[in-house]
């Protein structure tokens, strides 16, 4: 019996060592999102850059659209969009429309010089498409500026935030989005474009690589309205 008291207040206690950082977490994220929810739709235009050794697509100029809880779309002029499916968004506030997840604490780290805390959320749906989310938060200014996110279907994807004249809102100047793009899943009626010189074994060495997106917004229109067909 004695035995058996020791065991379960040992594991009490490890319980106990494990929620706390857990609770402490929660409350952060919970703290990011109500300076996200500030913003319950909003416009914005920018431009993108694709650096993807095997699509073509230039700078192009394009039109992003938001609206809660999480209605995100880009439209661009020109060209083609190649931002994965699947779960994974560069708008935060889809990030974290759920609170279906554990944030647990993942220690320190320094992002472009300021310190954050790492943040791994844990969703609790096993049908979620993302399997883990880590962030890296801002504790000062309540500010998300790196996100790491696994996925069941399209591999792992890297966000980095740089923020300015929007921060109070939790919205970038910039976001800059990688992926390897062994795991990306083309979008439908996309083809691979090499060079009729290149050998297949290239190409397949072209796919291999690191795949970038850098978003570059030059304004945004908060919480002046948002049709529902604009995100048909």
């Given at each position: 019996m004695m035995k058996?008291?020791?065991?379960?207040?040992?594991?009490?206690?490890?319980?106990?060592v494990i929620n706390v950082p857990a609770?402490?977490?929660?409350?952060?994220?919970?703290?990011?999102?109500?300076k996200l929810d500030l913003v319950n739709d909003y416009v914005a235009d920018g431009k993108m850059k694709t650096d993807v050794a095997f699509i073509k697509a230039p700078v192009g100029k394009i039109k992003i659209f938001f609206k809660k809880p999480?209605?995100?779309?880009?439209?661009?002029?020109n060209g083609i969009s190649i931002l994965p499916k699947g779960g994974v968004s560069v708008?935060?506030?889809?990030?974290?429309?759920?609170?279906?997840?554990?944030?647990?604490?993942?220690?320190?780290?320094?992002?472009?010089?300021?310190?954050?805390?790492?943040?791994?959320?844990l969703p609790m749906n096993e049908n979620s498409e993302i399997i883990l989310t880590t962030l890296y938060i801002d504790e000062a200014d309540l500010l998300i500026k790196k996100a790491i996110t696994?996925?069941?279907?399209?591999?792992?994807?890297?966000?980095?935030?740089?923020?300015?004249?929007?921060?109070?809102y939790g919205l970038p100047d910039k976001v800059i989005f990688?992926?390897?793009?062994?795991?990306?899943?083309?979008?439908?009626g996309i083809t691979?474009?090499?060079?009729?010189?290149?050998?297949?074994?290239?190409a397949e060495k072209l796919k291999a690589r690191k795949g970038r997106v850098e978003i570059i917004y030059s304004s945004y229109i908060?919480?002046?309205?948002?049709?529902?067909?604009?995100?048909?």
């Open positions: 058996a008291s020791k065991i379960f207040l040992f594991l009490f206690f490890i319980s106990c609770q402490d977490m929660s409350a952060l994220v919970q703290k990011v999102k109500a999480n209605l995100f779309k880009i439209k661009r002029n708008n935060m506030s889809s990030v974290l429309a759920t609170k279906d997840y554990v944030a647990l604490a993942a220690g320190d780290a320094m992002i472009d010089g300021i310190k954050t805390k790492i943040v791994k959320l696994t996925t069941k279907d399209n591999g792992t994807y890297e966000m980095q935030l740089y923020y300015g004249n929007y921060a109070a990688s992926f390897d793009t062994k795991d990306y899943k083309m979008p439908k691979l474009e090499f060079e009729d010189n290149d050998k297949p074994t290239e908060i919480n002046k309205g948002v049709d529902n067909s604009m995100f048909k």
